[in-house]
C-alpha cells in the first residue's frame, strides 16, 4: 500500500509563492504517475499537474500554467509544486494522487489509486 502525504500550505498574499511537498512511502515511488488537485467545499475537484515517473514528462491545467511548476525527487520519493503568483481563486485544499496502471497518466481524479489527506491553500487578496 502507498500513502501519501502533503505539506506547505498556508497563508498567502496575493502575489506570493508556496511550495507544497508530497511524500510518499510503502512502495517504489518510481512505479507511480503523480498529480495534484485541487479540491474545495462545494467544488469538483480540479486536476492541477501531474508528472511522469522519471519526472521527464509534465503537464499543467490552463488555469495554472506559467505559475506552477511540479517536479519530482524519486531518491527522497517527494513530489514538489511550487505555486507563484498565486491568486485568490487558487483557495483550495491540495491533494496529491498516485497512479500505477496508466503509461501517461490522466486529469481524472477516478484514474489514480492512492490520496493524500491534503493541505489547505488559501491567497488574499
Known amino acids: 500500500q502507498l500513502q501519501l502525504g502533503e505539506s506547505g500550505g498556508g497563508l498567502v498574499q496575493a502575489g506570493g509563492s508556496l511550495r507544497l511537498s508530497c511524500v510518499a512511502s510503502?512502495?517504489?515511488?518510481?512505479?507511480?504517475?503523480i498529480a495534484w488537485f485541487r479540491h474545495g467545499p462545494g467544488k469538483e475537484r480540479e486536476f492541477v499537474a501531474r508528472?511522469?515517473?522519471?519526472?521527464?514528462?509534465?503537464y499543467y491545467a490552463d488555469s495554472v500554467k506559467g505559475r506552477f511548476i511540479i517536479s519530482r525527487d524519486n531518491v527522497a520519493n517527494t513530489v514538489y509544486l511550487q505555486m507563484n503568483s498565486l491568486k485568490p481563486e487558487d483557495t483550495d485544499g491540495y491533494y496529491c494522487?498516485?497512479?500505477?496502471?496508466?503509461?501517461?497518466?490522466?486529469?481524472?481524479?477516478?484514474?489514480?489509486?492512492?490520496w493524500g489527506q491534503g493541505t489547505q491553500v488559501t491567497v488574499s487578496s
Open positions: 510503502g512502495r517504489p515511488f518510481s512505479n507511480y504517475i
Open positions: 508528472i511522469g515517473r522519471n519526472g521527464v514528462m509534465t
Open positions: 494522487a498516485a497512479d500505477s496502471i496508466r503509461a501517461f497518466g490522466s486529469t481524472g481524479p477516478s484514474e489514480y489509486q492512492y
